[in-house]
T-cell receptor, first 113, second 111 residues
Framework: EAGVAQSPRYKIIEKRQSVAFWCNPI?????LYWYQQILGQGPKLLIQ????????DSQLPKDRFSAERLKGVDSTLKIQPAKLEDSAVYLC???????????FGPGTRLTVL | GEDVEQSLFLSVREGDSSVINCTYT??????LYWYKQEPGAGLQLLTY?????DMKQDQRLTVLLNKKDKHLSLRIADTQTGDSAIYFC???????????FGRGTSLIVHP
């Protein structure tokens, strides 16, 4: 069974630029999560989708971050404009349903200069 | 909200047992997890325990839960160099199904 796929694996941008990350969850998983992991810290949830609807985006900085999950499968997370403090690994995870075990992708490491 | 604390580093000799500790604050915690993260990789779920259990064993892994003290531990028997990684404790509480993660314990295994 294929795992959660993410791209790109690495991205370096300058502050005030825009960036987008892509996630393809495990086939059949209804729930998709985006986490931000700052160096030396544990992952922090940014947004949770159930199919193509948002369940929880209370920790998403909506002035600069946006996410969508069209057709309830793939998802993109966008940052516009990026700040230095956005440097982190962005992890995507999926689960069959919200109460099930989450499976994580390898993450996208973002460096903002 | 939930607060999860872990020590940052643990160094052990190959073949010894490793014990990674975690404390949490929310007494209504339901599911408690241990994840492993190798360099450049995502998080891999190692094991989890329900709050109505006090111990779970899975091959070389033993999880102990002390609900009274809100303390969770992961014991790795016969630690190998391949066990070197960062181990995250994560706790779900309040029916949210969203775990709160600790900062991770970096396990270093030396020959």
């Amino acid at each position: 069974e294929a795992g959660v796929a993410q791209s790109p694996r690495y991205k370096i941008i300058e502050k005030r630029q825009s960036v987008a990350f892509w996630c393809n969850p495990i086939s059949g998983h209804a729930t998709l999560y985006w986490y931000q992991q700052i160096l030396g810290q544990g992952p922090k949830l940014l947004i949770q989708f159930q199919n193509n609807g948002v369940v929880d985006d209370s920790q998403l900085p909506k002035d600069r971050f946006s996410a969508e999950r069209l057709k309830g499968v793939d998802s993109t997370l966008k940052i516009q404009p990026a700040k230095l403090e956005d440097s982190a690994v962005y992890l995507c995870a999926s689960s069959l349903l919200g109460a099930d075990t989450q499976y994580f992708g390898p993450g996208t490491r973002l460096t903002v200069l | 909200g939930e607060d999860v604390e872990q020590s940052l580093f643990l160094s052990v000799r190959e073949g010894d047992s490793s014990v990674i500790n975690c404390t949490y604050t929310d007494s209504s915690s339901t599911y408690l997890y241990w994840y492993k993260q190798e360099p450049g990789a995502g998080l891999q779920l190692l094991t989890y325990i329900f709050s109505n259990m006090d111990m779970k064993q899975d091959q070389r892994l033993t999880v102990l839960l002390n609900k009274k003290d809100k303390h969770l531990s992961l014991r790795i028997a016969d630690t190998q160099t391949g066990d070197s990684a960062i181990y995250f404790c994560a706790v779900e509480s309040g029916g949210s199904y969203i775990p709160t993660f600790g900062r991770g314990t970096s396990l270093i295994v030396h020959p």
